[in-house]
């Protein structure tokens, strides 16, 4: 059973930077292909970025291109998002995701639902 933990939200002004991380604590994060989301208030889940098992693929919603990066250090075994140039729309709550389809973590609807969340982890941009 994965059972995914994020980190690094928090409170931070516009322009500033923030870096989100997921782990698994049963160590097999290795093996799935990993995607952020986020929520915010009155607003649907929308995906943001995603990144094969490997790493050798990533994606990024349009919103937050240029401005995130996603990386995964398997040998850590445990997926980033680093966030710069935060902006007030940015303030939300971020989960990960996990599950063994990429179309899935990467937020394409007609590919089912995600298997795996996290807890979330709030990001706020404030001044």
């Known amino acids: 059973q994965l059972q995914l933990v994020e980190s690094g939200g928090g409170l931070v002004q516009p322009g500033g930077s923030l870096r989100l991380s997921c782990a698994d604590s049963g160590f097999t994060l290795n093996t799935f292909h990993i995607g952020w989301f986020r929520q915010a208030p009155g607003k649907a889940r929308e995906g943001i970025s995603c990144i094969s098992s490997a790493g050798g693929s990533k994606s990024y919603a349009d919103s937050v291109k240029g401005r995130f990066t996603i990386s995964r250090d398997n040998t850590k075994k445990t997926v980033s998002l680093q966030m710069n140039n935060l902006k007030l729309e940015d303030t939300a709550v971020y989960y990960c995701?996990?599950?063994?389809?990429?179309?899935?973590?990467?937020?394409?609807?007609?590919?089912?639902?995600?298997?795996?969340w996290g807890q979330g982890t709030q990001v706020t941009v404030s001044s």
């Open positions: 995701a996990a599950d063994s389809s990429y179309d899935r973590v990467c937020g394409v609807e007609v590919a089912g639902p995600v298997r795996y």
